[in-house]
């Protein structure tokens, strides 16, 4: 079975700077894929950023990174020089390669940006 | 592009009447998923589709739920009667296959309320 534990319910951070959002996950396959999602008070959910657990470099997106660490089971979000848009809740989640699209989420975490 | 549409996006609904909520997919994009979120259980996948053929329904919460793709750019989500704990924000999303690293785009959501 697949676990994501994302241990911040809320986190602040002033704009301009860069926060990380923590994501640990759990899985017994070999090859899957990490994913990050993004949810504002409007409700939708919006992809940010995709690390396949084969990939040789972190991925990146923008203002978005992703700082895997693969023997400790990590995968955390970086976003860099934050706005106040970037407000919302974010969550990490995986899929299996093998899982038929059983994308499994975490709790979510809540950032707000300060001005 | 396109992304995924659903309609509607709000639906207030009386306890017992029947809730259609509608899907379009990403044009090309061969898999379907139905979610539910909902504060206390989080993002929950309910069915998926690939190739318009159901394929796990597994966590499809009881019989008055269920779920049509009568095309590829087409699927329907049916609750009779409902009751006031299917109040939730229902999710479809749609991916180019079922391969688990496959990114799941999501639809803005439909939020439905039974009173």
């Known amino acids: 079975a697949q676990k994501i534990t994302q241990t911040q319910p809320g986190m602040f951070v002033q704009e301009k700077e860069a926060v990380t959002l923590d994501c640990t996950y759990d899985t017994s396959d070999p090859s899957y894929g990490l994913f990050w999602y993004k949810q504002p008070s409007s409700g939708e959910m919006i992809f940010l950023i995709y690390q396949g657990s084969y990939d040789q470099q972190n991925a990146t997106e923008g203002r978005y990174s992703l700082n895997f660490q693969k023997a400790r089971k990590s995968a955390n979000l970086v976003i860099s020089a934050s706005q106040l848009g970037d407000s919302a809740m974010y969550f990490c989640?995986?899929?299996?390669?093998?899982?038929?699209?059983?994308?499994?989420f975490g709790k979510g975490t809540k950032l707000s940006v300060k001005p | 592009d396109a992304g995924v549409i659903q309609s509607p996006r709000h639906e207030v609904t009386e306890m017992g009447q029947e809730v259609t909520l509608r899907c379009k997919p990403i044009s090309g994009h061969n898999s379907l998923f139905w979610y539910r979120q909902t504060m206390m259980r989080g993002l929950e996948l309910l069915i998926y589709?690939?190739?318009?053929?159901?394929?796990?329904d597994s966590g499809m919460p009881e019989d008055r739920f269920s779920a049509k793709m009568p095309n590829a750019s087409f699927s329907t989500l049916k609750i009779q009667p409902s009751e006031p704990r299917d109040s939730a924000v229902y999710f479809c999303a749609s991916s180019l296959s079922v391969v688990g690293t496959d990114t799941q785009y999501f639809g803005p959501g439909t939020r439905l309320t039974v009173l």
């Open positions: 989640a995986i899929s299996p390669e093998r899982s038929q699209g059983n994308l499994i």
């Open positions: 589709f690939n190739n318009n053929v159901p394929i796990d």
